[in-house]
């Protein structure tokens, strides 16, 4: 054998992700998993009845590689119902994936080259930077910061956001609602970083993921409807949180055809296709009425409500989060060390496991997510309580 690493270079500094290595350690310690987030509630009967009925009646061979024409249909008349996202043709601007997660790296890999930069909010989803590493470009990132008397949000400056810009940025990669922090990009701050993808001639991909998971007064804007960024946004969402169904793995990207395009030949060599009678019930999914949508922000309104209440009986402040169904808890004045041995303590000694979230930022930025640890509130009402009776009782 020669000295060469078994492992190829792309995936050599990865190691296993926040989510497996905390969701294991909860199961080993019996703790309440508050880290991963996945929800611990079923998605809607009359959906599960529609894959059933989509097995039984022989949807069971491989969909075209862009996707189930009735979920390509389902999928641009959701936009325009909810987001107000309207001209989105199934044919030409959809392909359906393998969860957003597949979506993401297609993406990547369909507009971004070796060299290329591509600019990224910090904290960042944990795939994003392994993504964007994979095809080698290089990451830049503006750091939000934590709201404060001036900001009543996560925020960000402007002048970071220009710096991060620069000759080389090819694609900047949104999420809105964001995970982790919950916050949610206004109309005026899509606008503004439209401008500088106009200036740098820079594609954008926006992952809303949690489109339907916003509290008010904040509101979901889709960034394709944003005019500065109309024509240069790949929308990337999937079924997984709307329908907590995140087994399904079933998303999807909506873009201009020529952006479409790039995406779809990438899609076409990664998975070809995405599980067909899942496909055929997630279209029964987004047309599902008004009321499962406003059923399912206001359940997730009163688990957000009640795990603040949870944690602040347990000392733990935090700050209500705009979107998404995790929250960022300050843990800084807990005596119980940085976030890793934080959150290492609460799953091996308390019983509940949370997710470190200096894992999501770069090296410069780290520093930002030590004082914090993220808890999931898509678990049910007896789960959450049971969560801060430990809490109350572990750190009081
Ligand atoms: N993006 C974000 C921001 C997420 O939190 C997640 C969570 N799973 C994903 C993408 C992946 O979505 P999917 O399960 O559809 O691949
Ligand atoms: N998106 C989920 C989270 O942030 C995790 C999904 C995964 O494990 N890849 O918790």
Same mark, same amino acid.
């Given at each position: 054998?020669?000295?060469?690493? #078994?492992?190829?270079?792309?995936?050599?500094?990865?190691?296993?992700?926040? $989510?497996?290595?905390?969701?294991?350690?909860?199961?080993?310690?019996?703790?309440?998993?508050?880290?991963? *987030?996945?929800?611990?509630?079923? &998605?809607?009967?009359?959906?599960?009845?529609?894959?059933?009925?989509?097995?039984?009646?022989?949807?069971?061979? +491989?969909?075209?590689?862009?996707?189930?024409?009735?979920?390509?249909?389902? #999928?641009?008349?959701?936009?325009?119902?909810?987001?107000?996202?309207?001209?989105?043709?199934?044919?030409?601007?959809?392909?359906?994936?393998?969860?957003?997660?597949?979506?993401?790296?297609?993406?990547?890999?369909?507009?971004? !080259?070796?060299?290329?930069?591509?600019?990224?909010?910090?904290?960042?989803?944990?795939?994003?930077?392994?993504?964007?590493?994979?095809?080698?470009?290089?990451?830049?990132?503006?750091?939000? /910061?934590?709201? !404060?008397?001036?900001?009543?949000?996560?925020?960000?400056?402007?002048?970071?956001? /220009?710096?991060? $810009?620069?000759? /080389?940025?090819?694609?900047?990669?949104?999420?809105?609602?964001?995970?982790?922090? &919950?916050?949610?990009?206004?109309?005026?701050? %899509?606008?503004?970083? &439209?401008?500088?993808?106009?200036?740098?001639?820079?594609?954008?991909?926006?992952?809303?993921?949690?489109?339907?998971?916003?509290?008010?007064?904040?509101?979901?804007?889709?960034?394709?409807?944003?005019?500065?960024?109309?024509?240069?946004?790949?929308?990337?969402?999937?079924?997984?949180?709307?329908?907590?169904?995140? *087994?399904?793995?079933? &998303?999807?990207?909506?873009?201009?055809?020529?952006?479409?395009?790039?995406?779809?030949?990438?899609?076409?060599?990664?998975? $070809?296709?995405?599980? @067909?009678? %899942?496909?055929?019930?997630?279209?029964?999914?987004?047309?599902?009425?008004?009321?499962?949508?406003?059923?399912?922000?206001?359940?997730?309104?009163?688990?957000?409500? /009640?795990?603040?209440?949870?944690?602040?009986?347990?000392?733990?402040?935090?700050?209500?989060?705009? *979107?998404? +169904?995790?929250?960022?808890? !300050? #843990? @800084?004045?807990?005596?119980?060390?940085?976030?890793?041995?934080?959150?290492?303590?609460?799953?091996?000694?308390?019983?509940?496991?949370?997710?470190?979230?200096?894992?999501? +930022?770069?090296?410069?930025?780290?520093?930002?997510?030590? *004082?914090?640890?993220?808890?999931?509130?898509?678990? @049910?009402?007896?789960?959450?309580?049971?969560?801060?009776?430990?809490?109350?009782?572990? %750190?009081?």
């Amino acid at each position: 054998m020669s000295g060469r690493s #078994i492992l190829a270079q792309r995936v050599a500094p990865l190691g296993t992700t926040v $989510f497996s290595e905390f969701s294991a350690l909860a199961l080993q310690h019996g703790a309440v998993n508050l880290g991963q *987030g996945f929800p611990d509630f079923d &998605g809607p009967d009359a959906v599960k009845e529609a894959a059933h009925q989509a097995i039984v009646s022989g949807i069971n061979q +491989y969909a075209p590689s862009t996707g189930l024409k009735v979920l390509r249909e389902a #999928i641009a008349e959701h936009g325009a119902r909810f987001h107000g996202h309207t001209g989105i043709d199934p044919d030409t601007m959809v392909t359906v994936t393998s969860g957003a997660t597949e979506a993401i790296l297609c993406v990547l890999l369909g507009l971004v !080259d070796p060299g290329d930069e591509v600019v990224v909010f910090a904290p960042v989803y944990d795939s994003y930077d392994a993504n964007i590493a994979f095809v080698g470009a290089r990451a830049r990132h503006i750091p939000l /910061r934590p709201p !404060d008397a001036a900001h009543p949000t996560w925020w960000f400056s402007p002048d970071e956001a /220009r710096a991060a $810009f620069g000759p /080389r940025t090819r694609l900047l990669l949104l999420n809105t609602p964001h995970n982790p922090t &919950g916050k949610v990009f206004t109309r005026e701050e %899509l606008a503004f970083l &439209g401008t500088l993808c106009a200036e740098h001639d820079a594609y954008v991909l926006s992952d809303e993921v949690y489109e339907h998971i916003v509290f008010a007064p904040a509101w979901h804007v889709r960034a394709a409807t944003v005019p500065e960024l109309a024509g240069r946004t790949v929308t990337v969402s999937s079924g997984g949180k709307t329908f907590s169904l995140t *087994g399904w793995k079933v &998303g999807w990207i909506i873009a201009p055809p020529a952006l479409r395009d790039a995406v779809q030949r990438a899609h076409q060599f990664v998975t $070809f296709a995405t599980a @067909s009678p %899942l496909q055929a019930a997630m279209a029964v999914a987004l047309r599902l009425p008004d009321a499962y949508f406003e059923g399912l922000r206001a359940q997730y309104h009163a688990r957000r409500e /009640r795990l603040l209440a949870g944690l602040a009986r347990a000392g733990l402040s935090a700050q209500a989060p705009e *979107g998404s +169904y995790f929250l960022l808890a !300050d #843990i @800084s004045q807990k005596g119980l060390g940085d976030d890793l041995a934080f959150c290492r303590h609460l799953v091996t000694r308390v019983g509940v496991a949370a997710i470190p979230p200096s894992v999501f +930022y770069p090296p410069e930025h780290k520093h930002l997510g030590r *004082g914090l640890a993220r808890f999931a509130f898509c678990k @049910s009402d007896a789960v959450l309580d049971e969560a801060a009776r430990r809490l109350e009782a572990g %750190l009081r």
